[in-house]
Nanobody
Framework: QVQLVESGGGMAQAGGSLRLSCAAS????????MAWFRQAAGREREFVAA????????YYADSVKGRSTISRDNTKNTVYLQMNSLKPEDTGVYYC?????????????????WGQGTQVTVSS
């Protein structure tokens, strides 16, 4: 198991930017594929972006493609999600998740460790 702690959420205006961070701790945490999911009020949790443990491959939901960048720094055991050109529909709780790879990036069931989530609110 890997322990995950998200940070960097908050309020932003449409068109603005936020950078989320996810600090991982635990045995061999750098060998995990990592992802961000989000959940808006009253909706199911949905995939946002994922990165392989090596950092060499990244995956994005169509809704954020071109506006967001996922990256990781394995020396710091940290994964980042840079979100630009924010939209009100980006509002939700953002969760960091870890999977013993290789995982199907967008499948919630692939991920065995989850953070507590960080709230992102985008106003129009």
């Amino acid at each position: 198991q890997v322990q995950l702690v998200e940070s960097g959420g908050g309020m932003a205006q449409a068109g603005g930017s936020l950078r989320l961070s996810c600090a991982a701790s635990g045995r061999a945490s750098v060998r995990y594929d990592m992802a961000w999911f989000r959940q808006a009020a009253g909706r199911e949790r949905e995939f946002v972006a994922a990165v392989r443990w090596s950092g060499g491959n990244t995956y994005y939901a169509d809704s954020v493609k071109g506006r967001s960048t996922i990256s990781r720094d394995n020396t710091k055991n940290t994964v980042y999600l840079q979100m630009n050109s924010l939209k009100p529909e980006d509002t939700g709780v953002y969760y960091c998740a870890a999977a013993r790879g290789p995982a199907v990036p967008s499948w919630t069931s692939e991920y065995t460790s989850w953070g507590q989530g960080t709230q992102v609110t985008v106003s129009s």
